[in-house]
């Protein structure tokens, strides 16, 4: 790719809902670096069809979770960058983008103390059943509620990638057991962690807690359906900070009501935002929230600045170190 090329001519799309919100400082660099800047005008992931006009004279993208499909990716004639905002990119058809030679980032690590946090949070409010509590005390009751401590007990956490490996670095200071099932980890790197690496039935078999950490991909979509969730312990919990695709949602309603799930926490919906008849919504078992995991200030800043700078690279003709599809670039190798 030419480099030095200039970026006054260039005009680019930020659809990341929370581009610069908590650190607002990259929102007037990026406007005065680039000749141009489109921003989301909706507020929310968009939709293929909510983009096709928003591409067309595009030169990059700072995208969230949008659906950017082939369509999309073909109506973007000057499109040279998808540079994601956050680490997945199963909402992105990486061999549409590749087969036009345009350069897909991410921001690995940007996002991983936050999520992890917010799956310690989760982990606790089941434990203590402290939605119900809150909702309880503010109705002028004074229920007497029975809680669960976290030492010695075992978490099982399926997916040991950066943010796998900081709940495991949080769940050893609550005196917990921690297990984990990753194909891609060796058993040496999970000791270093205080983590025992099991196979997933293991994992399953003796969890309270099954925490999920792993991709969306063709292998892992709908991993937990009903053969996964018979095989977990009876009373267990579940929580969801991942994709919401990984779960079959009806799968885990009827764990629930029949008692074989003790709760679920879910910051994440197959459908987002989930249909307001969704009766996962209003189980009083199942704690939801709205894809938030990653929504902290230090995650946000970090998240736009990363994904600004990966743009702006690519743009100049340099090649950013988190690429997705290192075959645009002829060598295959990612940097």
Not at 265 to 283: G, R, S, V, Y
């Amino acid at each position: 790719m030419e480099k030095g090329l200039k970026l006054k001519d260039k005009t680019i799309l930020v659809t990341a809902t929370t581009f610069g919100k908590c650190e607002p400082s990259p929102i007037p660099f990026l406007e005065d670096k680039v000749g141009r800047v489109i921003y989301n005008p909706f507020g929310r992931p968009l939709r293929s069809r909510e983009l096709i006009d928003l591409v067309n004279e595009v030169d990059g993208w700072i995208a969230g979770l949008d659906e950017i499909s082939e369509e999309v990716i073909n109506a973007a004639k000057r499109l040279r960058v998808i540079s994601r905002y956050g680490v997945g990119v199963d909402r992105v058809d990486i061999r549409a983008a590749t087969k036009r030679g345009i350069v897909v980032t991410n921001t690995p690590g940007s996002n991983s103390v936050a999520v992890a946090e917010m799956t310690i949070c989760l982990i606790l409010a089941l434990a203590r059943n402290l939605i119900y509590a809150n909702l309880a005390t503010r109705k002028g009751e004074w229920p007497r509620l029975e809680g669960i401590g976290l030492k010695d007990k075992t978490v099982g956490i399926i997916g040991l990638g950066s943010i796998g490996r900081e709940v495991a670095i949080r769940l050893n200071s609550f005196g917990c057991h921690v297990l984990a099932y990753d194909p891609f980890i060796d058993k040496g790197s999970g000791h270093l962690l205080g983590v025992d690496m099991v196979s997933l039935d293991d994992l399953l078999a003796r969890s309270d807690f099954v925490t999920l950490h792993c991709s969306l991909t063709p292998e892992t979509s709908g991993m937990v359906n009903e053969t996964f969730l018979q095989r977990m312990k009876k009373g267990a919990f579940l929580i969801n900070t991942a994709r919401g695709e990984l779960i079959d949602e009806e799968t885990v309603l009827n764990a629930v009501n029949k008692g074989h799930l003790r709760g679920v926490a879910l910051d994440c919906f197959t459908k987002e935002p989930p249909n307001k008849d969704n009766p996962l919504l209003n189980h009083p078992r199942v704690i939801v929230t709205p894809h938030m995991a990653s929504h902290t200030d230090e995650a946000i800043a970090r998240m736009s600045w990363m994904a600004m700078e990966n743009c702006l690279m690519v743009l100049t003709g340099e090649r950013p170190a988190a690429v997705v599809n290192p075959e645009v670039y002829g060598d295959g190798l990612n940097s």
